[in-house]
């Protein structure tokens, strides 16, 4: 069983950055895919960034051009640099691994952590 610890959000002012953490443990697995989605209150969950495991990345057109996505293999981690950040940022991030274990791919997420951006 995956797990996913996710680290890093917090309250930060417009245009302020935060970087997210999140480190996958627990078995053994081959991630595939690692990403990032965020719901705001009152909105659905979107996505915002994938990173495959050849290092390409793909973003939201909200996000792109201030955050970008990088991953760690060694250490299983994938992380997500916010930078001029906006009040419509805020969310709950939730960080998501699709991993190749027990002969299938499985998704798995983590508990999710607060941004808040304050304008």
């Known amino acids: 069983q995956v797990q996913l610890v996710e680290s890093g959000g917090g309250l930060v002012q417009a245009g302020g950055s935060l970087r997210l953490s999140c480190a996958a443990s627990?078995?053994?697995?081959?991630?595939?895919?690692m990403g990032w989605y965020r719901q705001a209150p009152g909105k659905q969950r979107e996505w915002v960034a994938t990173?495959?495991?050849?290092?390409?990345?793909n973003y939201a057109d909200s996000v792109k051009g201030r955050f970008t996505i990088s991953r760690d293999n060694a250490k299983n981690s994938v992380y997500l640099q916010m930078n001029s950040l906006k009040p419509e940022d805020t969310a709950v991030y939730y960080c998501?691994?699709?991993?190749?274990?027990?002969?299938?791919?499985?998704?798995?997420w983590g508990q999710g952590t607060q941004v808040t951006v304050s304008s």
């Open positions: 998501t691994v699709v991993a190749f274990t027990d002969s299938r791919f499985t998704d798995y």
């Open positions: 627990g078995g053994s697995f081959n991630i595939v895919q």
């Open positions: 990173t495959t495991s050849d290092n390409s990345a």
